[in-house]
């Protein structure tokens, strides 16, 4: 794949690597949920049937069609269209960045996203040790990959949502969510507060110098200065 390296254009191989706490969903994605009140508390109604997600304006469906590995680890690979690559259904913390340190080490180039769902369904449960513990899992699992890495790979860790198992309920909480990437070419630095989520998407495309997704503007130029 190319690549932009220093403001000049050379021909490299890397992985794109992105991590995700996943939001909560019924498995298919591309459905929306109508809510109601009853008995003082929000209940799902069921599919409302009016909402869809075109996955060739997607990320995986976009460099998958383009011949690069793309591979969906955890959550992501039940919600996500990825006809082109490689879905793995997985929830155990460890096990699922195991898996992906394996993908790092096994492939030459490609794209790949892993969900964290546990931390995810610790803050539902409401269980402060249980998050503190998948915390502690994931950090050491994302030690082993960042090491495992190649000079022109790069690493993001995000959130897609909070859910603070401390707040005294058991939904989603809307605090603002971390974005934390890892490149050998790029210095310490803070590259804002981002418009939408989707600026992940664009910056996987343009580090591929594939198609654009439907939304998002790449933020790789800034990680190059």
């Not at 403001?7 to 109601?36: I, K």
């Not at 610790?122 to 890495?149: F, M, P, Q, S």
Request: hydrophobic content about 35%; aromatic content about 4%; some cysteine.
């Amino acid at each position: 794949m190319a690549g932009q390296i220093a403001g000049q254009e050379q021909e490299h191989v890397g992985h794109f690597l992105r991590f995700a706490h996943p939001a909560q969903g019924n498995g298919g994605g591309n459905a929306l949920h109508q809510l109601r009140r009853q008995g003082g508390h929000h209940v799902r109604t069921g599919d409302t049937g009016g909402y869809g997600v075109d996955p060739e304006v997607q990320i995986p469906t976009i460099l998958g069609k383009s011949g690069l590995p793309v591979f969906l680890l955890g959550k992501v690979a039940d919600v996500v269209t990825n006809n082109y690559g490689t879905s793995i259904p997985m929830v155990d913390t460890a096990s699922v960045l195991q898996r992906t340190l394996e993908i790092v080490k096994e492939q030459e180039t490609a794209f790949i996203c892993t969900n964290v769902q546990e931390t995810d369904l610790c803050g539902h449960r409401e269980n402060v040790a249980a998050y503190a513990d998948r915390l502690r899992v994931a950090d050491e699992w994302i030690g082993k990959i960042r090491d495992a890495l190649g000079e022109d790979d790069i690493l993001i860790v995000q959130a897609d949502h909070g859910n603070d198992p401390t707040i005294g309920h058991p939904h989603h909480t809307r605090e603002m969510v971390p974005l934390m990437i890892h490149s050998a070419h790029s210095t310490p630095k803070n590259i804002g507060i981002r418009k939408t989520l989707s600026d992940v998407g664009a910056t996987a495309a343009d580090y591929f110098h594939s198609k654009a997704p439907e939304n998002g503007t790449s933020f790789l130029p800034l990680l190059l200065k």
